[in-house]
């Protein structure tokens, strides 16, 4: 695996333990890593001084320690060796540009990049913090026992539906990493206290116990796998296959989540004709959820066609 | 420090340097209630000066949407708040305006130069209370474009009206602030480089970066609370708008050997701008040249009024306040003078009707005007006051004397001839 350092991450580090963001930087080296520059805005031709500077950032890059940090970091994922043809680490826009990335070629060469923010240089502790949880995630996607996949998209789901499931899924896999990096004794980015406090909030639908228990599962490891991961996520309630009128589960006729029920026998009859007539296989014990029920009463009680409603 | 006079703030303040004035100031006015936000000025300065590589995010003009646009995004807000912090409470004016050295009364607050030295870094004092922005701050620089303040009740998106007898009254708002550098008579810039490698030049007082020098330290972009210097990747080193100096100096080949206006200038279609030189005293206020339009508009009309007063740079660049937006905000943007330059554009005189019309009319640079009296054309009561329109002719100069406008306040009305009906 080669690792690689892009130039602007290296320059902004660089810049930024030179002028005082890290300490701990001798004075002396802080004079020479200046003379060094110098004499790079001596060359003229842009391309020339573009790769003299590169030349001379990556060598601080190197001698202040930054570059070892990242390595040190991804040696404690064996994983990632034999699986990437390469580990990049990149500078990234901004807070939310920052997290690892696995790409694959046409050629199935796979290489990890890894977004980071400048200013994490300035502190070894938080930001080694922040490359476990990263590199963790990038062992996940190349561990073949975990069974990773990009494809969150499940079938009959709508993009709201898709949005919910990746940021779930988000959240039940970072709680995973997290757990599991604690077990091998790394430090990360959220201790048990904040990350039980997140799923709360994300799953606060779940009666208490199945809550702790399914978190127990996750920061154990026990659902170390993207496939038990993304199913929590995409039917966290177990709803899926139920056909029905719990709180929740799918509407048989529009296929949306409702919380909302009408009786079948409140339809009036031509309404549920006509639903039998439009969905051949819904039986009255399935019922329908209250937007269908309104609109198909409606439908039925006017002369013109249904098109001209809907 | 020096003690300097800053006649805008109506004081001496403290500034790293000792006072250097130049023989001619560049000036610019901008009447921001003609601006339609359409960058013309914006792409003419891009595709004169900053289109290689490494200046990709790089704009030393740009139009922004007041109040929530900014590039970089939020560049005054960040500044006001850091004095804010600096000085609790004490950012005010009061005093008498006086002309010439306190035509807006007295600041008895501080300055980006007068709290520097409280503001603390890891590599000690600044020399300009400053911030340096982020690679995302930079980015989208038009971020906000054409969003509306909110409603007087605060309500994101809703448009508030009241009075419905007397029709709709918009209670949101927005403007349109075009920017570039204001070649400022103490440039913050120019204080804060550590190499010395900023100088503004004795002839123009165009304040210039000097690329041998200059080790990309970035120290200007963090002091400049306009933040008008833009660091370039490819070179290292720091770039910012340069006045287009050679049709300053009257060296373009389009220009006759006369001074011309800069290429945002002359390129804006709106007629927004007016741009020129304006003779300078020994201690640094601006000589009496009462038929110099910027003159006029600045000191005689009081229309024209600086941007950010308060920061202290003495910023050449004047603006006519738009006159439908809040005067809390226009006080806070423009100083104290807001309240009087609104009022005057809102009822202007026979003379400052006039002026207005010199603006875009000829790429030279106008160093002086006169004004032929014509006849009444027009009469009518402008929110409970006569207002009285002439049809008077104004005249413009070159530096050399030549005549380089002449036009009416009525603009002319042209018909085009039957011969070019339904053609394209």
């Known amino acids: 695996m080669q690792l690689l350092f892009e130039d602007d991450l290296v320059e902004a580090a660089v810049r930024l333990c030179a002028a005082g963001t890290r300490s701990g930087i001798p004075a002396l080296q802080l004079r020479r890593y200046d003379v060094e520059r110098e004499r790079c805005y001596a060359v003229l031709d842009p391309d020339e001084r573009a790769t003299a500077f590169a030349r001379v950032q990556l060598s601080w890059f190197g001698e202040w320690g930054l570059e070892s940090r990242l390595t040190s970091v991804a040696l404690h994922f064996p994983m990632l060796q034999p699986a990437l043809t390469a580990l990049a680490f990149r500078k990234a826009r901004g807070r939310n540009d920052e997290g690892a990335e696995l790409y694959r070629d046409a050629q199935g060469r796979r290489r990890g990049i890894v977004a980071l923010r400048p200013e994490r240089f300035a502190d070894d502790a938080p930001l080694t913090r922040f490359l476990h949880h990263e590199l963790a995630h990038l062992a996940d996607m190349v561990d073949p026992a975990f069974g990773y996949s990009p494809e969150l998209e499940q079938t009959g789901q709508t993009a709201s539906q898709l949005r919910l499931t990746r940021e779930r899924y988000r959240l039940l896999w970072d709680v995973s990493i997290d757990g599991r990096l604690v077990q091998r004794r790394l430090e990360t980015v959220a201790d048990e206290v904040q990350r039980r406090q997140e799923f709360n909030r994300g799953f606060a639908f779940l009666p208490e116990e199945r809550r702790d228990e399914l978190f127990a599962a996750l920061w154990h490891g026990r659902l170390a796998r993207h496939h038990p991961l993304l199913d929590i996520a995409a039917d966290p309630r177990g709803l899926r296959g139920r056909h029905d009128p719990v709180p929740g589960a799918a509407c048989p006729l529009c296929g949306f989540a409702t919380f909302q029920w009408t009786e079948v026998d409140r339809l009036r009859p031509a309404a549920r004709d006509r639903i039998r007539a439009d969905f051949p296989a819904w039986c009255d014990r399935e019922s329908v959820c209250a937007r269908c029920a309104e609109m198909y009463d409606s439908i039925t009680g006017l002369e013109y066609p249904a098109t001209v409603v809907l | 420090m020096s003690n300097v006079l800053n006649w805008q703030l109506g004081r001496d303040m403290e500034y790293p340097y000792a006072a250097a004035y130049p023989d001619r100031q560049f000036a610019f006015v901008f009447n921001l209630n003609r601006c339609i936000g359409c960058q013309s000025c914006t792409m ?15 704009w030393w003009n740009n139009v922004e949407t007041k109040p929530y646009g900014g590039y970089p995004h939020h560049w005054d807000v960040k500044l006001l708040d850091l004095l804010g912090q600096a000085n609790p409470g004490g950012q005010t004016w009061n005093g008498e305006p006086r002309d010439l050295t306190a035509p807006y009364g007295q600041f008895k607050g501080k300055t980006i130069f007068e709290v520097a030295k ?176 910027l003159y006029y508009l600045v000191h005689v009309a009081k229309v024209a009024l600086p941007l950010y007063p308060q920061f202290g740079t003495e910023p050449n660049g004047y603006y006519i306040p738009p006159r439908w937006v809040p005067l809390e905000y226009l006080r806070q943007m423009f100083g104290p003078g807001a309240d009087a330059a609104v009022e005057r554009y809102a009822h202007p005189d026979r003379e400052l009707l006039a002026v207005l019309q010199l603006f875009g009319k000829d790429a030279r640079m106008c160093f002086r005007y006169e004004i032929k009296p014509g006849p009444k054309i027009f009469e009518t009561t402008i929110r409970g006051k006569k207002f009285e329109l002439f049809d008077d002719t104004i005249i413009g100069y070159a530096k050399n004397g030549t005549r380089i406008v002449e036009t009416k306040v009525e603009e002319p009305l042209h018909v085009r001839g039957t011969q070019h009906a339904n053609s394209i």
């Open chain 2, 44 to 58: 003419a300065c891009k595709s004169t000066w900053t289109f290689n590589k490494g200046q990709e995010a790089m």
């Open chain 2, 118 to 293: 409280t503001n603390i870094s890891p590599e000690g004092a600044q020399r300009a209370l400053g911030y340096l922005p982020t690679d995302e701050e930079w980015a989208a620089p038009n971020r906000f474009e054409d969003n509306p303040s909110a409603s007087e009740k605060g309500r994101k998106g809703q448009m508030a009206f009241s009075g419905g007898e007397l029709g709709p009254q918009h209670k949101t708002w927005f403007f349109y602030l075009a920017r570039l550098c204001n070649h400022c008579s103490y440039p913050a810039c120019l204080a804060a480089c550590p190499r010395n490698a900023i100088y503004k030049r004795p002839e123009d007082g165009i304040v210039l970066v000097d690329q041998e020098r200059c080790r990309g330290y970035r120290k200007c972009m963090e002091a400049c609370p306009y933040k008008k210097t833009h660091y370039r990747g490819t070179t290292r080193t720091t770039e910012k708008c340069i006045g287009c100096f050679p049709r300053v100096e009257g060296r373009d080949p389009q220009s006759g050997g006369v001074p011309m206006q800069t290429r945002c200038m002359a390129a804006c279609v709106g007629h927004i701008r007016l741009h020129g030189l304006v003779q300078m005293n020994a201690d640094g206020t601006w000589k009496e040249d009462r038929q110099h339009p």
